[in-house]
């Protein structure tokens, strides 16, 4: 079963995020104060209206609560943002997101009742930094200051041995969790004696210090 999602603002981020939730097959409804940023999004997000989000009787008339997800994506008027927020949580929406552009906006949203603040240019000036600094890294997901999970891009290093024969999970304390192939298909927990092809990618589970070692291992 798919969800229904309201996303509110499209601006860069709000639209980029309803486009793709739309892809997937979602129900997506979006909502902006300016008519021409429902008019560039028809194709794209289909359902749009024009409302302003910080007035509850709009909202309340276009049964906001019965979306699965809320999204608040305005960014730059952090009144209308956070003015948004409670609005929604009055009229009871069941989980809101909100997008923050800094911390004590971010902070503010979290005490007005967002279940999810997000920070987008944040994140990706950190996803970015991760990529620049290591080019075999295809994907980097931060769970904590201390754990992350990585998408590795094998060298001519590994590419020929098995997870045996590198010892992984020994000798760097990172565990592989699942090897991506070349067709994009993926193997969930991929058998000890697998040998690495070129071109598969590693997805593995560590602490930070430990997937830098093996980093530098697989360089
Ligand atoms: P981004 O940073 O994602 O590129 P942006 O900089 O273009 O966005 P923002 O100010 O962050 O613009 O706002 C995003 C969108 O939110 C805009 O399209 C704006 O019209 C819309 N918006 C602002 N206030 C409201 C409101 N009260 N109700 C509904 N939409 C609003
Ligand atoms: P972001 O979208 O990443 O949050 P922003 O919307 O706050 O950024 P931008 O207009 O994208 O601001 O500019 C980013 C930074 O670049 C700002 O700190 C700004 O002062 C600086 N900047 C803009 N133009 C120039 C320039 N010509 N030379 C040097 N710095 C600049
Ligand atoms: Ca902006």
Redesign the pocket.
Same mark, same amino acid.
């Given at each position: 079963m798919s969800k229904q999602y309201a996303v !509110? =603002?499209?601006? @860069?981020? =709000?639209s980029s995020l309803a486009q793709s939730l739309t892809q997937e097959d979602n129900e997506v409804l979006g $909502? #902006? !104060?300016?008519e021409e @940023?429902i008019e560039e999004n028809r194709e794209a997000v289909r359902h749009g209206v024009i %409302?302003? *989000?910080?007035d509850e009787q709009a909202m309340k008339s276009l049964g906001i609560r019965n979306f699965d997800v809320v999204i608040v %994506? $305005? =960014? #730059?008027?952090m009144q %209308?943002s956070i003015? *948004?927020v409670v609005v929604l949580k009055e009229l009871g929406v069941k989980h809101i997101v909100a997008?923050a552009l800094s911390k004590h906006h971010g902070l503010i949203l979290s005490k007005v009742g967002a279940d999810d603040v997000v920070y987008p240019e944040r994140d990706m000036g950190q996803r970015i930094a991760q990529k620049l600094m290591s080019p075999s890294i295809i994907e980097f997901i931060k769970l904590s200051d201390e754990y992350s999970i990585e998408e590795v891009r094998i060298s001519a290093n590994i590419t020929g041995k098995s997870l045996i024969e590198l010892d992984i999970r020994a000798r760097f304390n990172v565990n592989v969790i699942a090897v991506r192939y070349s067709n994009n298909s993926v193997k969930i927990s991929p058998e000890p004696d697998y040998r690495l092809k070129e071109d598969d990618v590693l997805v593995v589970i560590g602490k930070n210090d430990d997937l830098k070692e093996l980093e530098k291992f697989n360089a």
């Open positions: !509110i =603002g499209l601006g @860069r981020f =709000g $909502i #902006d !104060i300016n @940023r %409302a302003d *989000s910080t %994506a $305005i =960014g #730059d008027n %209308a003015l *948004s997008k």
